[in-house]
């Protein structure tokens, strides 16, 4: 199981920038996914998460601006920024808690990161 993160550069201020993460491999079944944010030199924050159905959570930075949802028949979550700041500016990563086939437990996975720079 792998998740492949895409939709990352570099943006201008109050641009719109769409981040994905798809999910392959032997899935049973995904849980909760998300995405964090690590700007440089601080540590790795949770920037939105969305459950199975469809519930969403949002940091208070990005709430009204960013918007998280997944389409389970493609094993892929998204993640539209709206009027990116350049404090927005960070490696983006995805996560899903995930269950294989082949082993029957919940799993936590990462994608490799997302350079999303939002600068003029």
């Known amino acids: 199981v792998q998740l492949q993160a895409s939709g990352g550069g570099l943006v201008q201020p109050g641009g719109p920038l769409k981040l994905s993460c798809a999910a392959s491999g032997t899935i049973f079944s995904i849980n909760e996914m998300a995405w964090h944010r690590q700007a440089p030199g601080e540590q790795r924050d949770l920037v939105a998460t969305v459950t199975y159905g469809g519930s969403t959570h949002y940091a208070d930075s990005v709430k009204g601006r960013y918007t998280i949802s997944r389409d389970n028949a493609k094993n892929t979550v998204y993640l539209q920024m709206n009027s990116l700041k350049p404090e927005d500016t960070a490696v983006y990563y995805c996560?899903?808690?995930?269950?294989?086939?082949?082993?029957?437990?919940?799993?936590?996975?990462w994608g490799q990161g997302t350079l999303v720079t939002v600068s003029s």
């Open positions: 996560y899903a808690q995930i269950r294989s086939t082949s082993y029957p437990r919940w799993f936590d996975y």
